[in-house]
């Protein structure tokens, strides 16, 4: 039996200005965006070659805005990734070359975190 992990909840205060943020400056996909009603706003958005989903919204969490745990996405390419971020006007971190990895940092309006990690020698990165 198959477990996968494909909806992680990300707070936000304010789900207009996190869609673009995470649609027009990250790179996101945007999947849905609903009101089915009860006072819900769900909107799902992925990562370009994910299987696993983002999901903000209005009425889906009590969590406080800003309070996911750090989130991190692997990447093939760390250099194009930062490039992207920083030509979409993302405050992002300089490339963090560690033994396990080369990471970039960035954070979402409301402080949600995030890391892109390269992993070198791993095949099909």
């Not at 406080?64 to 194009?80: F, K, R």
Request: glycine share 10%.
């Amino acid at each position: 039996m198959d477990w996968k992990l494909e909806l992680v909840f990300v707070p936000v205060s304010d789900v207009d200005r996190a869609k673009d943020f995470y649609v027009n400056k990250v790179g996101f996909n945007a999947d849905f965006d609903e009101r089915p009603g009860g006072g819900i706003r769900f909107v799902q958005l992925t990562p370009p070659g994910s299987a696993c989903s983002i999901c903000i919204g209005e009425g889906l969490t009590d969590a406080p805005p800003g309070t996911a745990p750090n989130m991190q996405i692997v990447v093939s390419d760390i250099e194009a990734a930062h490039a992207q971020l920083k030509g979409n006007g993302v405050d992002v971190s300089d490339i963090d070359v560690q033994a396990w990895g080369h990471f970039v940092n960035f954070a979402d309006p409301d402080g949600n975190k995030w890391a892109l990690q390269y992993i070198p020698n791993r095949p099909n990165a």
